[in-house]
Each structure stands twice: as C-alpha cells, then as structure tokens.
C-alpha cells in the first residue's frame, strides 16, 4: 500500500505543474494552444523525473566515461604528433591543399583561419584567466573600423594598419578594463556585454565617421613588393601565416610564467593572491592581449572584404567565437581549433541544413556541459 501510496503521489505531482500551466494560459491563447503548453510541460516533467533513475545516471556516467577516453585518445595523438616531422608535413598539406579546392571552399578555409585567430585572442581572456567576455566583437570591430578610416581618409597601408588596429583596441581594452575588471563573475559579463552592444550603436549612428549603416567601402587592399593581395588564394595564404604566427605566440605565452599565472587567477583568485600573484594587473594583461589580436584580426577582415559594416559585428559574433572555446576545450590550443573547425568549416559543407545549424550548436553545446563541461579537448580539472 505504501508503494502504491508513493507512486500515485509522484504521478500526481507529474500533472500537477502541466494542468496549472495550460488551466492558466487558457483565457488568454485558447484551448489548442492551451493544451499544447500542458502536453509541452508534461513532457519535461516526466524527463525531469526519469533523469532522476538510476538508469538514466548509470548511461550518463556511461557516456561520459566514453567521451573522456576518447578526449584522452585525441590529446595523446595530438601530442604525439606535435613533431617538427609532423608539423612539416601538415604545413604543407595546408600549403597544396588550395590548388585542389575552388574558390568557395577557399574562402571557407580563410574564414575558419580568421575564427580560430579570434577564439585563440579569446582563449586567453576566458579560457586563461577566466573572464566571461559576451562583448569580444566590440574589439574585432574597432580594429577593422581603425584601418577602414585610416585608410580611406588617410591613405594608411595595411602592415602598419595591422600594428595599429591592435593597438587601438588594446587601448580601449585598458580604458574598460582598468575601472571594470575588480568586478567579478557575472557582474565583468554584463559590463562587455553592454560594450558590445554600445559599440555596434555608436557605428550604427556615427554617420561622419563609421558611415552608419552603408559602412566604408573602398578600404585599402594589402600590397607585398608591389603586388596588390586580391584572390581567394593570397588571403588565404595570408590569413595562414596570421593563425600560425598566433598559435607559437600562444603556446609560448600559455607555458610561461604568466600563462600559469592566469591559471592560478582562474582556478582561486584569493588563493593567486595569497601567493603573491597581482591579480588585477595580470587580468588586465589577458584582457589587453585578447582584444589586441582581435583588432588585427579585425584589420585583415577590413582589409578582405575592402568593406565594412556594423552588421559585421553582431552579439551573435560574440557568441559563435565563445561557443568555440567552450565546445573544444577552454586553455586547449587544439581543442580551440577543433571547435572552429566543427563550428565554421562543416556549417558551410552542410550548407543544405542551414535552418538546423543553431538547432544543432545548442543542442552540441547543451550535451557538452552534461557530459562534458571541459570541452572536447580540454583537461579535466582535479577537485579535492
């Protein structure tokens, strides 16, 4: 009687959340409406319920055990492949690999390049040091608009443009961060969020500037001995020698002493401190150093697309650049590329799923912090 008891009372409170939400909604969207949210709720209710079976548990601790093993298979090969040998031969593999590819599949491969040099600038801000950055977009946009005005109003060629829309941002970057990154969790969040956001209005407005809307045309191409940069084939070959250039950098900056600082910062800030870690300062570094390398970034796009725009520069730029350094692994350089390819390169093969393609990221990324909240490729922390 007692099990009898306790099923009806579970089953009870199953339709009661569902009937409370359709009786409510009834007077105001009508019965098939009505009726629709209570078949809705009713059936999250009962996979909230059976989530707590210790079945469901059992698969889940089944399934992640399986994706750390294959986590751990991938980064072994990584590892072991990351010979000079190995590095060699894959150079030239992305060297040859253009002559085999028409001009569409070209340009994906420069736009996957250009994705991976901004989740790599962004990795050392959130996957380093631990910063929630919503609006990383804002400093992609100053460094293509620093070149776009420079250029076309002042005649500024493209390899100085590059120092200098990095610079620029890195600027803004020390004016926001110095007042706003004592801030913490949530609260640094919603303060670039609202950059981003600010940012794109005040291109949007400043029309003797930014252009507003219509943006800036006719923005200077590169020119390397006198040869104007031009074709699918000259950017993508420039965008290349840019990601590997950023990649040494980042290995190289991650394995120093800073680089294990910002690991301490993001692991336990007061803990860093107590070493004798300058927090503040060192935050400021990894947000400075972010947001400069999307500023280049940010001055090769201009210099591409010889047009800029502020619909270039949307909150959902932001989010596809974060959602790769999540997806492959956060302070993971291989998992950061892994999550621009799967987010960039196989959207475009797919291209006839298009309408599916945020279906399928939130879905990816739902599964990924139930199974695997370090990503991909990311190590899994030890906690005591």
């Given at each position: 009687m007692a099990i009898l008891h306790f099923r009806e009372k579970t089953y009870f409170n199953i339709l009661l959340l569902p009937f409370w939400a359709g009786l409510l909604t009834l007077p105001f969207t009508g019965i098939v409406t009505a009726a629709l949210i209570f078949a809705g709720a009713l059936v999250i209710m009962f996979l909230w319920r059976l989530s707590k079976h210790d079945f469901v548990k059992?698969?889940?601790?089944?399934?992640?055990?399986?994706?750390?093993?294959?986590?751990?298979?991938?980064?072994?090969?990584?590892?072991?492949a990351d010979s000079p040998l190995t590095v060699a031969l894959l150079l030239v593999f992305l060297i040859i690999l253009p002559f085999y590819l028409n001009d569409y599949y070209r340009d994906i491969m420069t736009l996957t390049c250009i994705y991976i040099v901004l989740a790599l600038g962004l990795n050392i801000i959130v996957g380093q040091a631990g910063l929630l950055n919503l609006g990383y977009v804002a400093f992609y946009a100053i460094g293509a608009y620093t070149y776009a005005i420079l250029s076309t109003k002042y005649g500024l060629s493209f390899w100085p443009g590059l120092a200098v829309g990095g610079g620029m941002a890195a600027v803004f970057a020390v004016v926001l961060g110095t007042p706003t990154l004592r801030l913490r969790g949530d609260y640094f969040a919603i303060v670039t969020l609202g950059l981003g956001e600010i940012t794109r209005i005040i291109l949007n407005n400043w029309d003797s500037v930014t252009g507003?809307?219509?943006g800036i045309s006719q923005v200077g191409r590169p020119?390397?001995?006198?040869?104007?940069?031009?074709?699918?084939?000259?950017?993508?070959?420039?965008?290349l020698m840019i990601s590997i250039g950023?990649?040494?950098a980042m290995k190289r900056i991650l394995a120093s002493r800073i680089g294990r600082a910002w690991i301490a910062i993001r692991?336990?800030?007061?803990a860093a401190e107590a070493m004798g870690i300058n927090s503040f300062l060192l935050k400021l570094l990894a947000f400075v150093l972010g947001s400069a390398w999307a500023g280049v970034t940010g001055v090769f796009f201009a210099a591409k697309m010889a047009?800029?725009?502020p619909e270039s520069f949307t909150f959902f730029e932001s989010v596809m650049i974060l959602c790769m350094v999540v997806l492959g692994g956060m302070g993971s350089i291989s998992g950061i590329i892994l999550g621009a390819l799967l987010l960039i390169t196989l959207p475009e093969v797919f291209r006839d799923f298009q309408d599916y393609r945020m279906l399928a990221f939130?879905?990816?990324l739902v599964l990924m912090m139930v199974f695997r909240p370090q990503g991909l490729l990311g190590s899994v922390r030890k906690t005591v």
């Open positions: 059992s698969v889940h601790q089944s399934i992640s055990v399986m994706l750390t093993k294959a986590s751990s298979s991938v980064s072994s090969l990584i590892r072991y507003g809307p219509n020119v390397l001995a006198g040869y104007v940069l031009h074709t699918t084939f000259d950017f993508y070959y420039l965008i950023t990649i040494f692991e336990d800030e007061i047009f800029v725009s939130g879905a990816a």
